[in-house]
Nanobody, 114 residues
Framework: QVQLVESGGGLVQAGGSLRLSCAAS????????MGWYRQAPGKQRELVVV??????NYADSVKGRFTISRDYAKNTMYLQMNSLKPEDTAVYFC?????????WGQGTQVTVSS
């Protein structure tokens, strides 16, 4: 099993920055896809960014503003969010897809005020 613990969410002014962290309980190896998703009030969960097969793909709405990164030694994935907009307000979830099984973080609230 893998447990994922997210942190770094909060309230920020438009134009500000936040860095979300997703710490895994153990090293994750093998054929794995990983990324971040978000769900705004009244909307479906949407993909923010995914790393799969050596490629990184961002949603058009966050390109140039958000950056995904990994610290392999710490078993941690990050989402650096810059130039935040009110429409970025959502609950953010980290995700690892390992084989046929998906692991999800508990979600962390990001609120961007104007």
């Amino acid at each position: 099993q893998v447990q994922l613990v997210e942190s770094g969410g909060g309230l920020v002014q438009a134009g500000g920055s936040l860095r979300l962290s997703c710490a895994a309980s153990r090293r994750i190896l093998g054929n794995v896809a990983m990324g971040w998703y978000r769900q705004a009030p009244g909307k479906q969960r949407e993909l923010v960014v995914v790393i799969s097969g050596g490629s990184t793909n961002y949603a058009d709405s966050v390109k140039g503003r958000f950056t995904i990164s990994r610290d392999y030694a710490k078993n941690t994935m990050y989402l650096q969010m810059n130039s935040l907009k009110p429409e970025d307000t959502a609950v953010y979830f980290c995700n690892y897809q390992i084989g046929s099984y998906a692991y999800w973080g508990q979600g962390t609230q990001v609120t961007v005020s104007s």
